[in-house]
């Protein structure tokens, strides 16, 4: 084999090498990828039901219900225009309360129930995850419309 020849596998196979990495890296990006919906979005059927996303919103005021064992928690996520039950098994960061910010990843059943895997809240009292505040800024904006029309 020539050197000339011999470069040029090298440097295919280097070639072949950086492309299957290249893929291996985006495939983990892609199955590692979560997205954000409010809870609008969520009740027009435009999250996914068999993959984890992510919903915020408020916690509605009144909705918090604490099992006795402490650990399983049913809440209400709303944007002020719709409203999705929310079910979180483990304990809920120390400033999770109702009428604030939060945001929940987990999986949408069928029933409609989102089940939490994690649970983030605000850190200070002028905050609200940017998904959170959008979302209800968005409600808000489409229930104004609503009403003037």
């Known amino acids: 084999m020539k050197p000339r020849h011999k470069k040029l596998l090298l440097i295919g196979i ?3 090498g950086i492309g299957l990495i290249s893929a291996l890296v985006l495939n983990a990006f892609r199955s590692n990828l979560v997205f954000f919906f409010s809870p609008t979005q969520v009740a027009r059927g435009e999250a ?3 993959k984890a996303f992510r919903i915020g919103g408020l916690v509605e005021v009144g909705s918090v219900k604490r099992q006795p064992d402490g650990i399983n928690v049913r809440f209400v996520v709303t944007d002020t225009a719709k409203s999705i039950p929310v079910v979180y098994q483990g304990i809920l960061p120390d400033l ?3 009428g604030k910010g939060v945001v929940a990843e987990g999986k949408l059943g069928p029933d409609g129930l989102f089940t939490a895997t994690q649970v983030l809240a605000k850190h200070d009292e002028n ?4 998904e959170a505040a959008h979302a209800v800024e968005q409600a808000q904006k489409s229930q ?3 009403v003037t029309e």
């Open 14 to 16: 280097g070639l072949a």
């Open 48 to 50: 996914p039901t068999a």
């Open 96 to 98: 999770f309360k109702e």
């Open 127 to 130: 905050y609200m995850p940017p």
């Open 144 to 146: 104004k419309t609503l």
